[in-house]
């Protein structure tokens, strides 16, 4: 069982900063592909960025894209999401998930994930 846990969630003004961490355990991190997903109250789960296995292929929502990066170290077992820029509308509980893949393909869906940690607050006030 893959154990994943976020940190660094708070609250921010608009155009402030936040890195997000993600830390893993239980499991050899790097077999899986990970992905930085959010909801905001009364929406659904989104995926915000997703990096493979080895972090040399990422995506990112349109939203996002150019603000937020996520990055990886195996040797830490944490993913990262780098926030800059950010703007109200970035409000919203942050996971990270994990899936099983020595590929080098980036998941979209909720569904493709099968480990996800408990989530951290993020708040951008105006």
Not at 26 to 35: E, H, Q
Not at 95 to 118: H, L, M
């Amino acid at each position: 069982q893959l154990q994943l846990v976020e940190s660094g969630g708070g609250l921010v003004q608009a155009g402030g900063s936040l890195r997000l961490s993600c830390a893993a355990s239980g499991r050899t991190f790097s077999n899986y592909a990970m992905g930085w997903f959010r909801q905001a109250p009364g929406k659904d789960r989104e995926l915000v960025g997703a990096i493979s296995w080895s972090g040399d292929n990422t995506r990112y929502a349109v939203s996002v894209k150019g603000r937020f990066t996520v990055s990886r170290d195996n040797a830490k077992n944490t993913v990262y999401l780098q926030m800059n820029s950010l703007k109200p509308e970035d409000t919203a509980v942050y996971y990270c998930a994990a899936k099983p893949s020595r590929y080098s393909g980036i998941y979209y869906w909720t569904s493709d994930y099968d480990y996800w940690g408990q989530g951290t607050q993020v708040t951008v006030s105006s």
